[in-house]
């Protein structure tokens, strides 16, 4: 059978009024809208619990419904000191929180969140559910969230402290910090990314920024236009950059790594078994840390080695090949180690390939 209570509150007093009340002793969801800021946490109680403060002729509008609970503020403008605060029993399974104008608080909830601002800040922390979040212009930041996040910044910073399953993090205008995640992350921005932990496969996307990530249980893909790149360990490594260093500390798997202008540092994982990988830079050193026990066979080209450059190799069984009159700033060097395994095929124009021994 379908319920529906509504209740009208209304201020028309001239400083600053607060109303407090409790209602929705039987939702399970919640929505709430109002002008300035809305905060949502949750109690040991049955019903919600709400503090209203406002000025002038805001109006706050109750009305339960089924299994929801609507408390929908009616002005737009935003009063000085605005603020809709509830305290939600535990059970309620989804809270839709909306700021017309300000930012967005939730803490201690057990269930679902979806939040929007159109240019506040949003901040959540000890959240049990998945999220979903958007702002036009403000920083989002998340302590613990247990489930999936997905979150949009139209030009604000996005920090997430712990994340329990996948992230979907995208920001126009704003650096991206992650510090542990139990699932796959999605990431983009046109400033720095930066991740710690993640347990399965990372994809960053940086339009000028720089990319790290720590640790990675799956694929690491990074694309920058004009940064650095760092993979401490990961299974698997695709980086791009169009102007900057390339640095992958202990990489296994397939692994290819291309900058325009920039060196390669490279660390291959003694651990794991890698595929067939490609390492190339069009202007700058490329040095490739090789474990002894690793099978491999190394194709080496430097196309403008010059005086200088070239390829060199701490393994005798890697060794330089002659070349074609008329080509005297080539140099080309190949070599199959621990009876081969797959192509380790090495680029570079200018500059020096080093070939070094793990230790």
């Not at 002038?56 to 737009?76: F, M, N, P, Y």
């Not at 909830?109 to 901040?123: C, I, K, M, R, S």
């Not at 090949?321 to 080509?327: D, E, M, N, S, Y």
């Not at 080539?330 to 500059?351: I, K």
């Amino acid at each position: 059978m379908r319920s529906v209570v509504t209740i009208l509150l209304a201020s028309s007093l001239v400083g600053e009024a607060q109303q407090n009340g409790r209602v929705c002793a039987q939702a399970n969801r919640i929505k709430v809208v109002a002008p300035g800021r809305v905060k949502a946490v949750s109690g040991n109680r049955g019903d919600v619990a709400y503090s209203w403060v406002s000025a002038g002729d805001a109006h706050l509008k109750v009305t339960e419904q089924d299994d929801w609970c609507l408390l929908i503020a009616t002005r737009r403008e935003t009063p000085a000191g605005a603020e809709l605060a509830v305290t939600l029993p535990r059970r309620i399974r989804f809270s839709k929180l909306e700021s017309l104008s300000g930012p967005v608080t939730a803490r201690y909830l057990d269930g679902d969140v979806e939040a929007w601002t159109p240019a506040g800040a949003v901040e959540m922390d000890e959240i049990g559910g998945n999220v979903s979040a958007r702002t036009g212009g403000g920083a989002m930041t998340f302590g613990m969230v247990k489930g999936s996040l997905r979150c949009l910044s139209g030009g604000g910073s996005i920090k997430v402290a712990r994340l329990g399953r996948e992230g979907v993090l995208e920001t126009a205008g704003g650096e991206i910090v992650v510090g542990e995640a139990g699932g796959w992350l999605r990431l983009s921005t046109s400033g720095n990314i930066r991740v710690e932990r993640a347990a399965q496969d990372v994809f960053a996307h940086s339009a000028q920024g720089g990319i790290e990530v720590g640790e990675s249980g799956g694929m690491v893909t990074a694309e920058t236009s004009s940064g650095g790149i760092q993979v401490g360990k990961a299974r698997g490594v695709r980086c791009e950059s169009g102007g900057g260093s390339i640095q992958l500390r202990r990489v296994a798997g397939s692994v290819r790594a291309s900058t325009a202008v920039g060196s390669l540092f490279v660390g291959l994982d003694p651990s794991q078994p890698l595929e067939s990988s490609f390492l190339g830079t069009g202007k700058g050193d490329i040095t490739v840390f090789v474990p002894s026990n690793l099978a491999v066979t190394v194709k080496a080209m430097n196309e403008a080695a010059g005086t200088t450059g070239g390829v060199l190799s701490e393994f005798r069984e890697i060794q330089l090949l002659p070349v074609q009159a008329g080509r005297g700033g080539l140099s080309l060097a190949q070599g199959s180690l621990n009876g081969g395994g797959p192509a380790l095929m090495l680029s570079a124009y200018g500059g020096t390939i080093s070939i070094r021994r793990q230790r």
